[in-house]
């Protein structure tokens, strides 16, 4: 039977055996290819070139990185990490017994970017119908869909095959173009399968590895003196190749590049080789960096090529932003619901969810002002908090705070507590507590109308260099209020906490509001310093 035969069988024949091996076509296909660059392109080949590699790695060490956590969900939008279930284990610690959650992960995700599959035999055990999570190589991997089911026939390693059905096997897809087309790997992109990304970018990965051996060649074996050797006379076979051979020996080779040449006898050498400038090498390989990159959807200040940082975003923060957004998101999202779709069996109770939350462990002063605002705000309480960075709880510490100056809609604010009449204070009393006040106020004022003046001048030039751009705009503004909240402490002789708070609220407003918010940001910041200083009206000073 022609392989095109083999392809249509399953779709032609409505009895299918299957544990018959010819109505089974490769997920794989015939993978290898030749490139118009003269390479065989297959996924050990393309990790060879360093921006597959890096892409590659980066995509499946992240995304290893981030818990897959399983959830229990309780009445109402509740829910509960569903710990004591053997899925949580398996996703969380350990799927098998010699690998790790991490390593598990990271391997199925590089199957499943080099090939467009992954997959992963459910073994039932000790701890469930699914007590182990053994991996299996795409290579050897076939695969029948028949009748809505999808069997699976794997050729081990010491060549005996065994068929599993559907219900026994993880699989993980790629991109599926679902059009019931045959792709370019050879088999029928019904939905079933994925695409593999080394297939379709088998010339481009062809031309960035014939460059690289370009450049290996070329300082192994080139000459920099490169062209004819014109001689006079006529010289014999044997002169010519001692000629020939001398000439290699002195002047081909790194260890030999700009020596010079010593003619005699009225030779004349015509150079003939093309530079590297005018074959635009170094070009081809910082383009091919960049088109590789773009197969994958990485940006490429991930994989160490900064040239073009500046083209997803303003600054590293955004583009490693986008980075998850764009990137990581969707991989985690094809396996939660991959997740639920092979291993829960009750889908209205469970579920799994990526916590990204873990990408910022490594950045703690983003952590801890996350926390700051979840506390102050009331959705978060000291033990929660401590729970995330896991410490002891502290006793007293579920308690959660709420702003005194917001109350549900509709309701009115809570009168205030009855409190004592202060003592009457005599005449002399009065005037000299008067004269402190007086005073008080006055050097407060002063204080902090110096705090805000320094305010209003840096962000007047972050303005100006920033124009229209409001993501470099954010950036400043929370770069310096992130170190400005320690000099109002220290101004106005306060605590960290409410300097911290102000330093906050004013980030948070200049920077939904714009550059713009600079022209009353003296007025508004003085106001809440002297508040946050001692109750003080700002009044007509």
Known sequence: MSIFGGLVAPLQIGALNPLDDKYYYSSYGSYGGQSLAGLMISEDTAMQASAVWGCVRVISESLASVPLILYRRKDGDRRERASDHYLFDILHDQPNEYQTAFEFKEMMCAHCLLTGNAYARLVPGRRGAADQLLPMHPQRMQILASSGRIYYRYQE??????????????????????????????????????????????????????????????????????????????????????????????????????????????????????????????????????????????????????????????????LSLAFVMYTLLPWARRWEQAVRRDLITQKSQYYVEYLFDALERADMKARHDAFAVARNWGWLSVNDIRRMENMEPVEDGDVYLQPLNMVPVGQPPAPPEPVSPPRQMGPSEESAAAKRNGHYALLLHEVAARIVRKESAVLGKAARRCCDDRDAWSAEVKDFYSEHAGYVAESLQIGKVKAETYAAAQAALLCEQGPGGIEDLELRGKEMLLILAGGVESGNN
């Open 157 to 318: 390693p010491n060549g005996t095959s065994n068929t599993y059905a559907d219900n026994e096997m993880f699989h993980l897809r790629g991109l599926s173009n679902g059009s019931g087309l045959y792709s370019l790997s050879g088999y029928n992109t019904d939905g079933r399968l994925g695409m593999s990304v080394i297939q379709y970018a088998r010339e481009s990965i062809g031309l960035a590895l014939a460059t690289e051996q370009y450049g290996a060649r070329l300082f192994a074996q080139g000459t920099q003196l490169s062209g004819v050797l014109t001689h006079p006379g006529k010289l014999s076979k044997e002169a010519q190749d001692r000629l020939r051979d001398t000439w290699e020996r002195r002047h081909s080779g790194l260890q030999n590049a700009h020596r010079p040449a010593i003619l005699e006898e009225g030779m004349k050498f015509e150079s003939i080789q093309m530079s590297n400038e005018d074959a635009q090498f170094l070009s081809t390989r910082t383009f091919q960096v960049e088109d590789i990159a773009r197969w994958f959807r990485v940006p490429l200040h991930m994989i160490q090529s900064t040239e073009k940082a500046t083209s997803w975003g303003s600054g590293l923060e955004q």
